[in-house]
C-alpha cells in the first residue's frame, strides 16, 4: 500500500476534500478576486492556470505534503544515480541522460554519456546525408520518403512530434508512419511510394514486437520486388537495443543506431528513436528539442513542488483521482499541430500508471490513473462535449493552448483562443436556471419556458489550462518532459512502478496460442466458446 495513505498530510487533506464538497468554481470565484493570482505559476513565458480546479489556496500546500510524505526528492535523486528503479525488470531509467549536457551519468558504475554523444553524432551525421542527397538509394537517387516502422513508444513519440513541428520540416523529404499489424497500415503508406526514393527506418526496442516485425518483413519484400536483395543496404536503417537481431535481420550494423535498455519504449523519443523526427525538421530543430527538455528536467529537479510544474500536474491529479472520485481526464489541445498529444500521452501515462500493485507487490489502495482520452479543439466541441457540459459524470479537463499560432492565417487564431477559454469558464461556472430563464425571456420574441432545463449547466468541473508562447521544438520537448516528470512524481506518490509494463504481455501470450488455430494448423480446442465461435465464424485461412 502507498506509504503516503498513512500519512499525516493525507489524512488532512481528506478532511480538507470532505470540506470542499458543496462548494461550487463558481463561488470560489467569486469569494476571491485574487483566486487566478494565487492559482496559476508562470514559468519562463509559459502560464499554468490551475485556478478552475476545485481547490482552494490552502489545498496546494497541503497536497505538497504529499511530496515530502513520499520523498520524491529521495527518488529523484535515484533515478539521476542511475538506480535500477524500475525494480521488476531490473534497470535504470535514465531518459533524462540522453538529453543531458554537463558531466557523466552512470550505470553500474560506468558513465553512458559518450555512448549518447556518439549515437547523437550519428543521427547527425545521416540526417545531413539523406538532407544533402549524399546517402542515394541503390539506383543512385536521393531519398525523398522516409517510412518509420514502430509501435508504441517506437512510434508515438516521433509521430506526435512530427506533427507537432509541421511548421518546422525541411523541404523535399516526407515523413510516414507505420504502425498497425493490419496491412492496410503498410500498404496505403507504401501505394503513393517509389522503392527507389524510399528509406526504411526498423524502430524497435527489443527488435521482437510482432507488428513491427512483420510490417518490417513486408516492407522489405516490397523493395527486393523491385530493386534485388542488395538494395535493403541502401534502404533499411534500424533503431534498437538488439543490435544483434538487428544484424539477424539483414540490417548492416553500420546503419543501426543503438539506445540502452535504461530508455524506457515510452520515454525513448530523446534517442536514436526519434530519428524519423530530426529527419523531418533536421538535426538542429531535434537539438533544441532536447535542449526544452533539459530546461524542464532542470526545472524539475530543482524547484520547491508548489513551483514546480510536473509537481503540480501530479499533485492536482492525485487530488482529482483520489479525493474528489474522478476517474476520466480530457486532454484538450487547441492546436491542430497537437492533435495526436492525447495519443502519446495514453501510453506515457496509461502503460505507466495504469497498475494497482505497488512496489511491494500489494495494492496501492487508492485509484491510480484516471482514464484519459481527448480530441483537438475546437473538432472535440461538435463531438463529445455535450456530455462534458450536460452529461452529470465529473471528469477534469485539460486545455493546452499557444499564444501564437505555428500556421498564421488572418482570422483564426483568436477566434480558437476565445473557445478554448470559452470552454473551461463554461465548465467551470455553469449555468444556473434564474440565467437560463432570464436568457429565454430576454430573446424577442421570448421563448418558450419549458426550455430552461435544457439551458441548465451545472458547471463546477475542473479543468487547467496550459498556455504556451508558441509552439516550437524547445517548447515542444518541454512540454513532452513536463509529462514524463509528471508521470515519474505520480509513481513515487503511488508507490508504482511507472517503467514496467507487465500488462500488454497477457494479450499477446493468448494471440500467440491463437493463431494457428486461426491458420488451421492446430484444432481449435482448449479455449473458451465465444473464442472458438469467433475463430470458426472466420473459416479456415485458406479460404481468405
Ligand atoms: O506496448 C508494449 C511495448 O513494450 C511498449 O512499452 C513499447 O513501447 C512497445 O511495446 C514497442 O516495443 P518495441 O520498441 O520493443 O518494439
Redesign the pocket.
Known amino acids: 500500500m502507498t506509504p503516503i495513505l498513512h500519512s499525516p498530510a493525507w489524512k488532512h487533506a481528506e478532511r480538507h476534500a470532505h470540506g470542499l464538497r458543496d462548494h461550487h468554481l463558481r463561488d470560489m470565484f467569486a469569494a476571491d478576486p485574487a483566486r487566478f493570482q494565487r492559482l496559476s505559476l508562470r514559468w519562463n513565458d509559459w502560464l499554468l492556470d490551475l485556478s478552475k480546479q476545485r481547490v482552494l489556496p490552502e489545498t496546494l500546500p497541503l497536497l505538497a505534503g504529499l511530496w515530502d510524505a513520499a520523498d520524491v526528492p529521495g527518488w529523484i535523486a535515484k533515478m539521476r544515480a542511475g538506480e535500477p528503479i524500475n525494480h521488476t525488470e531490473g534497470r535504470a531509467v535514465l531518459h533524462v541522460a540522453l538529453r543531458h549536457a554537463g558531466g557523466p551519468v552512470t550505470v553500474d558504475g560506468r558513465d553512458v554519456m559518450p555512448a549518447v554523444r556518439a549515437v547523437l553524432a550519428r543521427m547527425r551525421d545521416f540526417c545531413d546525408a539523406i538532407h544533402s542527397g549524399k546517402w542515394r538509394g541503390a539506383t543512385g537517387e536521393p531519398i525523398t520518403d522516409v517510412v518509420n516502422i514502430?509501435?508504441?513508444?517506437?512510434?508515438?513519440g516521433p509521430r506526435m512530434a512530427t506533427q507537432a513541428l509541421a511548421a518546422h520540416r525541411v523541404p523535399h523529404l516526407r515523413v510516414h508512419y507505420v504502425a498497425n499489424l493490419d496491412g492496410a497500415d503498410l500498404a496505403t503508406t507504401l501505394a503513393g511510394l517509389a522503392p527507389r526514393t524510399t528509406l526504411f527506418v526498423i524502430?524497435?526496442?527489443?527488435?521482437?514486437?510482432q507488428?513491427?516485425m512483420q510490417n518490417a518483413g513486408s516492407a522489405r519484400a516490397w523493395l527486393t520486388a523491385a530493386l534485388g536483395d542488395a538494395a535493403v543496404a541502401r534502404h533499411f536503417v534500424a533503431v534498437?537495443t538488439a543490435l544483434d537481431k538487428v544484424a539477424a535481420f539483414g540490417i548492416d550494423p553500420d546503419n543501426a543506431f543503438a539506445f540502452w535498455d535504461w530508455v524506457?519504449?515510452?520515454f525513448?523519443l530523446w534517442s536514436a528513436?526519434g530519428l524519423p523526427l530530426a529527419l523531418a525538421i533536421g538535426f538542429d530543430n531535434f537539438e533544441r528539442l532536447l535542449a526544452g527538455a533539459r530546461a524542464m528536467d532542470e526545472h524539475f529537479f530543482a524547484a520547491p513542488p508548489l513551483e514546480n510544474l510536473p509537481a503540480l500536474l501530479a499533485l492536482i491529479e492525485l487530488w482529482n483521482a483520489d479525493f474528489l472520485g474522478l476517474q476520466s481526464r480530457a486532454v484538450l489541445p487547441y492546436s491542430q499541430s497537437l492533435a495526436l498529444l492525447p495519443r502519446y500521452l495514453q501510453?506515457l501515462e496509461m502503460?505507466s500508471l495504469g497498475k494497482q500493485i505497488d512496489r511491494d507487490g500489494k495494492l496501492v489502495g487508492c485509484p491510480t490513473l484516471p482514464i484519459l482520452w481527448g480530441e483537438p479543439g475546437t473538432n472535440g466541441q461538435h463531438a463529445f462535449y455535450q456530455l462534458l457540459h450536460q452529461g452529470g459524470r465529473a471528469l477534469s479537463c485539460e486545455f493546452i493552448a499557444c499564444r501564437e499560432p505555428d500556421f498564421p492565417i488572418a482570422g483564426h487564431h483568436e477566434k480558437l483562443l476565445a473557445n478554448c477559454f470559452a470552454q473551461s469558464a463554461a465548465l467551470m461556472q455553469g449555468k444556473t436556471e434564474a440565467e437560463a430563464l432570464a436568457e429565454l425571456q430576454a430573446t424577442v420574441p421570448p421563448a418558450p419556458s419549458f426550455l430552461a432545463p435544457y439551458k441548465i449547466f451545472p458547471g463546477n468541473q475542473p479543468s487547467t489550462t496550459l498556455l504556451l508562447p508558441r509552439l516550437d521544438p524547445h517548447n515542444l520537448g518541454a512540454l513532452v518532459a513536463l509529462y514524463e516528470h509528471k508521470v515519474f512524481t505520480l509513481g513515487v506518490l503511488w508507490h508504482l512502478d511507472a517503467f514496467d509494463?507487465w500488462g500488454?504481455e497477457y494479450g499477446k501470450q493468448i494471440a500467440g496460442s491463437l493463431l494457428p488455430m486461426i491458420e488451421g494448423r492446430t484444432p481449435v480446442a482448449g479455449i473458451d466458446g465465444s473464442t472458438a465461435g469467433l475463430i470458426a465464424a472466420c473459416g479456415n485461412s485458406s479460404h481468405r
Open positions: 514502430g509501435i508504441g513508444g517506437s512510434d508515438l524502430a524497435s526496442k527489443t527488435f521482437t514486437t507488428e513491427t534498437s524506457g519504449g515510452r525513448s528513436i501510453q502503460e509494463q500488454v
